[in-house]
């Protein structure tokens, strides 16, 4: 799964957060996409040594950042939607809808992908840290941000086209462009680190004698095997 991430997450994740520039300049963003994605890769065999301090600060600003938008759309747009915390909803959902309310819970998987790459991570922080971290800051931040959502697409039927961004479209139009900026730069931390999980698997299945032997490469002297990469 693990390795399906890391060849499949880069690519979802930058054109994900590059698809505001569709919304914001009514340009195309394929290219600007595909841009990131090969300086992205062209630049991993120097590592991330040298500007992995900057990992932090930008997830936690970005973390930040849809926490602070979903609290305004909820407040602004539809403070009721709280009550879909509760089970009973879902229940009442899956009920009206049947059969393609089930199939369209395919795409709650989306919210959850890569979350087994937090293994990777075991490595610089205790199991405990990692916990107290997900559940006090990281997992409220994603509610916060789909409640917002979701409380701005319940006051606005009429869209058409822009439900491909349903994310931006409930931006304030004043902060879409700094938001776009903080939201790329999270996919590429967010890229470098399922990158860094698969490198880390498979020169672990390497050492076991579970995957064929690569050959070493000269620059990884001196490197530790957290700042190494494909």
């Known amino acids: 799964m693990v390795i399906g991430d890391g060849i499949l ?82 229940y009442r959902f899956l009920k009206k809808t049947e059969r393609q309310g089930w199939m369209s819970l395919g795409g709650i998987l989306l919210c959850i992908t890569g979350s087994e790459a937090m293994f990777a991570d075991l490595g610089h922080f205790s199991q405990k840290s990692i916990k107290i971290a997900f559940t006090s800051f990281v997992y409220p931040s994603m509610v916060l941000a ?50 860094t999980g698969t490198f880390s698997i498979i020169k672990q299945c390497s050492a076991l004698g579970c995957f064929s032997q690569g050959q070493n490469c000269p620059h990884v002297i001196e490197i530790s095997r957290a700042d190494l990469h494909t």
């Open 9 to 90: 997450t880069p690519a979802i994740s930058v054109f994900s957060a590059v698809s505001g520039v569709e919304l914001a300049a009514a340009k195309e963003h394929h290219k600007l996409a595909c841009i990131i994605l090969i300086a992205l890769f062209a630049l991993q065999h120097y590592g991330t040594h040298r500007v992995g301090f900057l990992f932090a600060p930008v997830v936690i600003t970005w973390l930040l950042c849809i926490s602070a938008i979903g609290l305004y759309n909820i407040f602004y747009w539809n403070p009721h939607v709280y009550k879909a915390l509760s089970p009973y909803y879902i």
């Open 146 to 195: 789909y409640m917002g959502q979701a409380a701005y697409l319940s006051q606005h039927h009429d869209f058409q086209k822009d439900y491909r961004v349903g994310f931006y479209i409930s931006v304030p139009e004043k902060l879409r462009w700094p938001v776009l900026v903080i939201a790329v730069l999270a996919a590429v931390v967010g890229s470098q680190a399922i990158i």
